[in-house]
Nanobody, 127 residues
Framework: QPQLVQSGGGLVQVGGSLSLSCAVT????????MGWFRQAPGKEREFVTA????????TYADSVKGRFTISRDNAKNAVFLQMSSLKPDDTAVYYC????????????????????WGQGTQVTVSS
């Protein structure tokens, strides 16, 4: 089964930028839709963004639209999250997720639609 290993994140000031990476091993990557979710203390896990397996479509939560960008490199078996104009409300543990199949161009925005998860990466935005 695939393993998702996350890297990046950390501490940044308001308005700053950070990037997260998620490397997938143990499975052919190119056929799987991917997503990013986050969970702040005391809150439920929430959708951030998702990308179709062919990379042709992406979806964003309203709260991050225009500030975050998801991308994938199927040759490198990795998905990326570029975050800019960060706000204190973006503080959370971020998780990448892999869905074990999907239609071309389709993205998935709920956590129950994903089958495998990364270990989580802390992102802290200080004011």
């Amino acid at each position: 089964q695939p393993q998702l290993v996350q890297s990046g994140g950390g501490l940044v000031q308001v308005g700053g930028s950070l990037s997260l990476s998620c490397a997938v091993t143990g499975q052919t990557f190119s056929s799987f839709p991917m997503g990013w979710f986050r969970q702040a203390p005391g809150k439920e896990r929430e959708f951030v963004t998702a990308i179709s397996w062919d990379g042709n479509n992406s979806t964003y939560a309203d709260s991050v639209k225009g500030r975050f960008t998801i991308s994938r490199d199927n040759a490198k078996n990795a998905v990326f999250l570029q975050m800019s104009s960060l706000k204190p409300d973006d503080t959370a543990v971020y998780y990448c997720a892999l869905r074990g199949g999907g239609y071309p161009g389709r993205t998935y925005a709920t956590s129950r639609e994903y089958d495998y998860w990364g270990q989580g990466t802390q992102v802290t935005v200080s004011s």
